[in-house]
Nanobody, 124 residues
Framework: QVQLVQSVGGLVQPGGSLRLSCVASGSIFSVNDMCWYRQAPGKQRDLVATITSGGAVNYGDSVKGRFTIFRDNAKKTVSLQMNSLKPEDTADYYC??????????????????WGQGTQVTISS
């Protein structure tokens, strides 16, 4: 089965840093765009950052200059380096990947998968 598995989160003080990772596994032919989303309690899920297969990146306005998304294609991994963390960053974080997968001997293009979620709390 194709799946995305995320690292654990934790409690971080304001101004601190945390790195999240997400590993894709299974019958994967290629990895296309990868993203990080987050959702705070009672709020909608927002896009945090994206990275294309070619390495082009985009960030939500609230995290520009503080967060960095990067990928390791050999390990089929996407990571999010979070610096200068603020209480407003508290949320459940989810990775998302657009994958070309192998099913019944055929390549199926652009299937979307989600990680299980990681809880990140920023508090003093």
């Amino acid at each position: 089965q194709v799946q995305l598995v995320q690292s654990v989160g934790g409690l971080v003080q304001p101004g601190g840093s945390l790195r999240l990772s997400c590993v894709a596994s299974g019958s994967i032919f290629s990895v296309n765009d990868m993203c990080w989303y987050r959702q705070a309690p009672g709020k909608q899920r927002d896009l945090v950052a994206t990275i294309t297969s070619g390495g082009a990146v985009n960030y939500g306005d609230s995290v520009k200059g503080r967060f960095t998304i990067f990928r390791d294609n050999a390990k089929k991994t996407v990571s999010l380096q979070m610096n200068s963390l603020k209480p407003e960053d508290t949320a459940d974080y989810y990775c998302n990947a657009d994958l070309d997968v192998v099913e019944l001997g055929r390549v199926r293009r652009r299937r979307i998968y989600w990680g299980q979620g990681t809880q990140v709390t920023i508090s003093s």
